[in-house]
C-alpha cells in the first residue's frame, strides 16, 4: 500500500518557502529536512508493514514466533491437538493441550485421514479442521482490521502532523520574509539618511557663505544706491533751481578753469561759480560718476571754445564720420556682443514676415551721371586731404613722452575735445569763436612750465552764458544720466536681492528636502527595525514550536512503527499458520494438499480531496471514485485545495488473484476508507499598495539613480505567493553635464534691407536646447549661427520716391540740444520727405509724426493724406527742453495699433543728443526693445557726438543698416534721399515716378 504523507501541497509549500528561504534561515531549513526524512521513513514503513498479503518469504519458526505474542484463543488450541504436531514449531502454540490429549480412533482427523485414503476425489473436510479453518480466519480478519485502523490512525496523525509543521513552516517563512523585508527597508532608510546628511554638510556651508556674500553684496549696492539716490536729488535741485534767464548782461554762473601742463597740453574745465548755491551743491556730490557727469555736462553746455580747442579738432567732423561709417566691423562685433547676452531671440531680431520680399530699384540699377560721378570724386578727393592734414596737424598735440597712467591719456582728451567742438554752432575758426576770443589768458611761458600735471595749477576766469534752450536740455541731461545710473544701481540692487532671494529659497527648499528625507529615512528605519523586532520574536517562537511539533510527532512515529510491524506480522503468522495446518493435515492424511486462498487486495489509492458537502452527494449514491461522477475531472468546486475543517478524501483497493477460496478462505480486509484532508489554513497571496512618486534624481547630470517605494499591505502567509519587488531603482539624467546646445535648422534668407548701395540679406539658426555646464554654443553671429551677404551694390539714383508698402513712424527731437534753427531744419527735412513718398493707404505709405522733447505730442496718427501731414508739419512748435526718448518708443508702440495689418511697421527717431530726464539710457533702452518685436527700430543721429556704442542696442538688426548718422542737423534737407534709400527697399527715380503720375493723372478734355 503505497501513501505518501508529504502530500502535493506540502511538497509544492516546502519547496515554495525553501526557495524564498536566505542563508539567514539555515536553522529552519535543518528542521524541514529532519522533518522530511521523518517523513520518508514513515512512509517507507507504511509501504512495507501495511500490506497484509501473504508474506511467502516468511518462515513457519517466525510466524510462530509472532504469534507467540499474540493472544492465541484457546479454542484453536484445543482444535490442533488432533492433528500431529511432532516435529513441527506449530506445536509450541498447541502447548499442554496437545500433551494431555491422546488421539482416539473416533477422531475426525484420522476420519479425514482414512477418508482420504480410501477416497479418489477432492478430500473432504472433517468438522474439525473447518473449525480450525473459522478461528484463524477469525484471527486474520482481526488482526487486519487492526492493520488497517492503526495504519490509517497514524496517517491521519501524520497529516495532522504534517499540516501542524506546514503551517508553522509557513508562518517561520513568512516571519522570515518580513524580516528580510524589514532588514531592507531599514537599509534603505540608513541610505537615505546616508544620502540626506552628505547633502546636508554641503548645503548648510553654501548657504551659509551665500547668505553672508548676499548680505555684504546687498549692504554696497545699498550703499551706492543711497549715495546716487543722494546726487540725483542734488541734481534735481540744481537743475530746479539754475535759469540762465537769471543771469544778465557780463555776469554769469559759469566759469572756465585751465591749466597748462608739459608740452604746452592744455588741461581745463567748466564749473559753477564758486559764489554760486549750485557750486556749493556741486561739491556735496559723493560719487564720481555724478561729478564726472556734471563736469561733461558743463563742458558741452558752454561750448567747446570756452576751453580753447585746438582749430585743428574742428576739422575732424569729416574724419570722425568715416570713422564711424567705415567701422562695421566694429559695430558688428558689438552687435554680436549684444544678441549673444539676450534671453529671447525676437527680443533682439525684429522677424515680420510682411518685410520678406525682393528689395529694388523699380526702373532697375541706377547709373550715376557724369555730375553725379564729378561731385562724388570730389568728396572723396577732399575727405582724403581733410585726413591728412589733419594728421599732419595733430603731431604738434600728441604727448609722446608723457609718463603711462601719469593723467588723463591724450588720445581720450583729443576725442573730448572732437566731441565738444562738434557740439558748437558757431565756427570756432573765427574771431569770435576762435583762441583769440572769449578765452581766458593763459600764465606766461617764462614763468616756467611745470614738468609734472600734479604741479600744474588752475587758473578760472568767468566764462560768458551758454545758449538757454541747449544748456537747460545738458542740466535735465545731466539729470536723467543719474537716474539712469540710480536706475542702474537699483536694478542691481532689486536683482541682487531676488538673485539672492531665488539663490537661498533654492538652498532652503533642498536644505528643507533633505530635511524631510532624513527625516523619512529615519521614519522609515525606525518603522522597519519595529517590524524585524516583531519578527526576530516570531521566528524564535515559531522555531520553539516547530521543535515541539517534531518531538511529538517523533514519539508518535515510533508507536506507529512498532505498532504496525506487530500487527502485520500477526497478519502474516496467522496466515502461515494456517497453509502449516494445512500441509500437516496432508501429511496426516497422506494425501493430496488442500488448496486454500485467503482473500489477496491491490493496494490503496488516494483520491482527490473532496468538498464535503459533494463527497456526501456521491456517498449517498454509492460513488466514491470522482470520475465516476465526473468524466473529463472535477470542477474547482467540487475540490477542497485548502481550508480549515479539511475535505473528504477515500481511500480505495480491489482484490486480485488468487481470488479467495469460498467457506475457508479469510475475508478481505476492508476496501474503502474515509479520511480528511488538506485540514490547514489557505495560502494569503502578498499585496501591495500603490507605487510613491520617484524621488530627485541624485544627481543633476552624468547619470544619478532616482527610487520608489510600495509599501505592502497584506503579507504573503501560508504559503503564499512572494510579493514582487516593493523598490525600483532607475538611472535619471544621463545626459553630460558639460554638453553643447542644440540648433534649429536654417532660417530662410531675410530680404535685402535695402534697394541699393549695398544692403544686406541673411539667415540664422535659433538654439532649440541651450548649453549645460561647460558646453560650448556658437556665438550669435558666428558661421555656425548665421549667415550674410551684401545685396543690391549698386549706387542709389540722386532723387527717389518710396513706393513700399508700409507703416512709418517718425520721431522729432524737439529738445533744447536741438536749437531753434536744427527744429527749423528739421521740419524742413520732413517736408521734403513726404514729397519723397507715395502715400496711399492701399499700396503705398502711412505716415506717423511725433515729437519729443520732456512731453511726447503726437503730431499725426498714421495716415495717407498728404495734406493733413504737411499742415501738421508745419503747425509744430519747437519746445526746447529734454531728450525723452524712451517715451518715443512706447508711443510709437501705441501708435501701431492703428497701423495696418498687412503692411511692415517702421519706427524710425531723429535725434541729435544722449537720452534726458524723464528718460535715461536704460529707460530707452527697455522702450526699444518692447517695440523691436512689432517694429523695425531705425535711428537718425544728427550729431557724431551721439555714441554709437549707445544707439546700436536700440535699432534693429542689422545694426549697421538701422543706423543712419547726419552730421549736423543744418543737412537734413540735403540728406533727405539719403533717409529715403535708408529705410525705403522699394523706391523709383523722382524723375519717372513723376512722368508717370503725369500721364496717370493727366486732365480730361
Not at 84 to 106: F, K, Y
Not at 681 to 704: I, N, R, T
Request: proline letters at 5%; one cysteine or more.
Amino acid at each position: 500500500m503505497r501513501i505518501y504523507l508529504c502530500l502535493s501541497t506540502l511538497c509544492a509549500g516546502v519547496v515554495l518557502t525553501r526557495s524564498r528561504a536566505s542563508s539567514g534561515m539555515d536553522a529552519g531549513a535543518g528542521m524541514d529536512m529532519a522533518f522530511e526524512s521523518s517523513m520518508e521513513s514513515f512512509n517507507r514503513m507504511v509501504r512495507q508493514h501495511s500490506n497484509s498479503n501473504l508474506d511467502p518469504d516468511m518462515a513457519i519458526e517466525d510466524a510462530v514466533t509472532h504469534l507467540s505474542r499474540r493472544t492465541v484463543p484457546h479454542e484453536l488450541k484445543v482444535a490442533m491437538v488432533g492433528l500431529d504436531l511432532r516435529g513441527s514449531p506449530v506445536a509450541e502454540l498447541v502447548g499442554g493441550a496437545n500433551r494431555t490429549r491422546q488421539l482416539r480412533p473416533d477422531d475426525g482427523a484420522v476420519a479425514a485421514v482414512s477418508d482420504g485414503t480410501l477416497s479418489s476425489g477432492p478430500p473432504e473436510i472433517n468438522d474439525v479442521m473447518k473449525r480450525i479453518f473459522k478461528i484463524i480466519n477469525g484471527m486474520i480478519i482481526e488482526d487486519q482490521n487492526k492493520l488497517v485502523l492503526k495504519t490509517f490512525e497514524c496517517l491521519k496523525q501524520g497529516k495532522s502532523y504534517s499540516n501542524q509543521y506546514r503551517t508553522n513552516r509557513m508562518n517561520f517563512y513568512d516571519e522570515s520574509y518580513k524580516l528580510q523585508e524589514a532588514v531592507s527597508t531599514e537599509k534603505h532608510g540608513q541610505v537615505e539618511q546616508s544620502e540626506a546628511n552628505a547633502r546636508l554638510r554641503h548645503l548648510n556651508p553654501v548657504r551659509k557663505e551665500t547668505e553672508t556674500n548676499c548680505n555684504r553684496e546687498v549692504k554696497e549696492l545699498q550703499a551706492e544706491f543711497d549715495r546716487i539716490s543722494y546726487d540725483f536729488t542734488l541734481a534735481r535741485k540744481i537743475a530746479d533751481g539754475t535759469s540762465c534767464a537769471k543771469k544778465t548782461g557780463g555776469s554769469s554762473f559759469l566759469q572756465s578753469c585751465m591749466r597748462m601742463v608739459q608740452d604746452k597740453k592744455r588741461d581745463g574745465f567748466i564749473q559753477f561759480h564758486e559764489d554760486s548755491h549750485q557750486h556749493e551743491l556741486v561739491s556735496l556730490l559723493q560719487t564720481e560718476k555724478a561729478k564726472r557727469a556734471f563736469q561733461r555736462g558743463l563742458v558741452e553746455a558752454a561750448g567747446p571754445h570756452a576751453l580753447l580747442a585746438p582749430p585743428i579738432l574742428l576739422q575732424t567732423r569729416t574724419r570722425l564720420r568715416s570713422d564711424e561709417v567705415g567701422s562695421e566691423e566694429a559695430m558688428e562685433a558689438q552687435e554680436d556682443e549684444l544678441a549673444h547676452r539676450a534671453n529671447d531671440f525676437r527680443d533682439y531680431f525684429f522677424d515680420d514676415v510682411k518685410f520678406d520680399k525682393e528689395t529694388a530699384i523699380v526702373d532697375g540699377v541706377y547709373q550715376q551721371s557724369a555730375a553725379d560721378m564729378d561731385l562724388s570724386k570730389q568728396i572723396a578727393e577732399a575727405r582724403v586731404f581733410i585726413q591728412r592734414k589733419t594728421s599732419e596737424e595733430m603731431r604738434d598735440y600728441r604727448d609722446e613722452d608723457a609718463p603711462p597712467n601719469a593723467w588723463i591719456p591724450q588720445k581720450d582728451l583729443d576725442a573730448a575735445a572732437r566731441e565738444l567742438s562738434l557740439l558748437s554752432r558757431e565756427d570756432p575758426t573765427s574771431k569770435e569763436g576762435g583762441l583769440t576770443a572769449g578765452g581766458p589768458p593763459l600764465p606766461a611761458q617764462e614763468q616756467g612750465m611745470p614738468k609734472d600735471k600734479e604741479a600744474a595749477k588752475f587758473f578760472c576766469t568767468v566764462s560768458k552764458n551758454p545758449n538757454c534752450p541747449r544748456f537747460r536740455d545738458k542740466l535735465e541731461q545731466i539729470v536723467g544720466e543719474l537716474q539712469a545710473e540710480k536706475t542702474h544701481t537699483e536694478h542691481l540692487l532689486e536683482t541682487t536681492k531676488a538673485e539672492c532671494k531665488a539663490t537661498l529659497a533654492e538652498l532652503d527648499s533642498q536644505i528643507s528636502e533633505m530635511d524631510e528625507k532624513q527625516n523619512e529615512g529615519a521614519r522609515i528605519e525606525s518603522e522597519a527595525s519595529a517590524v524585524k523586532s516583531d519578527a526576530t520574536g516570531a521566528i524564535t517562537a515559531i522555531e520553539g514550536e516547530g521543535r515541539k511539533i517534531l518531538r511529538e510527532w517523533d514519539a508518535i512515529h515510533q508507536d506507529c512503527i512498532k505498532t504496525i510491524k506487530q500487527l502485520r506480522n500477526n497478519v502474516c503468522g496467522t496466515k502461515k499458520l494456517k497453509q502449516e495446518v494445512i500441509t500437516i493435515e496432508a501429511k496426516q492424511r497422506g494425501g493430496k494438499r488442500l488448496e486454500i486462498n485467503d482473500c489477496s487486495v491491490s493496494e490503496f489509492t488516494p483520491g482527490e480531496c473532496l468538498n464535503r458537502e459533494f463527497a456526501t452527494a456521491m456517498a449517498a449514491k454509492g460513488m466514491y471514485d470522482p470520475s465516476q461522477f465526473a468524466e473529463g475531472g472535477l470542477a474547482p468546486n467540487m475540490k477542497h485545495d485548502c481550508g480549515l475543517g479539511g475535505g473528504t478524501q477515500y481511500y480505495t483497493r480491489q482484490p486480485v488473484s488468487p481470488p479467495k477460496t469460498p467457506d475457508y478462505g479469510a475475508d478481505c480486509p476492508p476496501l474503502r476508507l474515509k479520511t480528511s484532508c488538506n485540514d490547514f489554513e489557505c495560502p494569503v497571496q502578498c499585496q501591495l499598495g500603490d507605487w510613491e512618486g520617484w524621488s530627485a534624481c541624485s544627481k543633476s547630470c552624468d547619470g544619478g539613480m532616482k527610487r520608489r517605494v510600495r509599501p505592502i499591505s497584506v503579507y504573503p502567509q501560508y504559503g503564499g505567493e512572494e510579493c514582487d519587488p516593493t523598490k525600483q531603482e532607475e538611472t535619471c539624467d544621463a545626459l553630460a553635464c558639460d554638453r553643447p546646445c542644440t540648433l534649429n535648422d536654417w532660417g530662410p534668407w531675410r530680404a535685402c534691407t535695402r534697394a541699393c548701395e549695398r544692403g544686406i540679406r541673411w539667415r540664422s539658426r535659433t538654439i532649440k536646447k541651450p548649453a549645460t555646464g561647460a558646453g560650448k554654443c556658437a556665438r550669435t553671429f558666428s558661421k555656425a549661427r548665421y549667415h550674410r551677404e551684401y545685396c543690391n551694390d549698386n549706387p542709389c539714383p540722386s532723387e527717389v520716391v518710396c513706393l513700399a508698402k508700409l507703416d512709418l513712424l517718425i520721431g522729432l527731437d524737439a529738445s533744447g540740444s536741438m536749437t531753434e534753427p536744427g527744429w527749423k531744419a528739421q521740419s524742413e527735412a520732413m517736408l521734403d520727405l513726404l514729397e519723397h513718398t507715395k502715400l496711399s493707404k492701399a499700396d503705398g505709405l502711412q505716415i506717423g509724426i511725433a515729437k519729443f522733447a520732456w512731453d511726447v505730442t503726437l503730431v499725426t496718427p498714421l495716415t495717407d493724406d498728404k495734406k493733413a501731414l504737411v499742415k501738421a508739419v508745419k503747425d509744430m512748435t519747437y519746445d526746447g527742453w529734454t531728450t525723452n526718448l524712451g517715451g518715443l518708443f512706447r508711443t510709437m508702440k501705441n501708435m501701431l495699433q492703428f497701423g495696418r495689418r498687412d503692411a511692415p511697421s517702421i519706427c524710425m527717431a531723429w535725434t541729435d543728443g544722449r537720452p534726458s530726464y524723464p528718460s535715461d539710457v536704460y529707460d530707452t533702452t527697455e522702450g526699444a526693445r518692447e517695440l523691436r518685436p512689432v517694429c523695425r527700430v531705425m535711428v537718425v543721429t544728427m550729431r557724431p557726438a551721439v555714441p554709437r556704442e549707445m544707439v546700436v542696442p536700440w535699432v534693429s538688426h542689422p545694426k549697421s543698416q538701422n543706423v543712419l548718422s547726419v552730421e549736423d542737423p543744418l543737412q537734413m534737407k540735403k540728406k533727405v534721399n539719403t533717409i529715403t534709400t535708408f529705410y525705403c527697399a522699394k523706391i523709383q527715380r523722382l524723375d519717372a515716378y513723376l512722368m508717370g503720375q503725369t500721364t496717370t493723372e493727366a486732365p480730361k478734355e
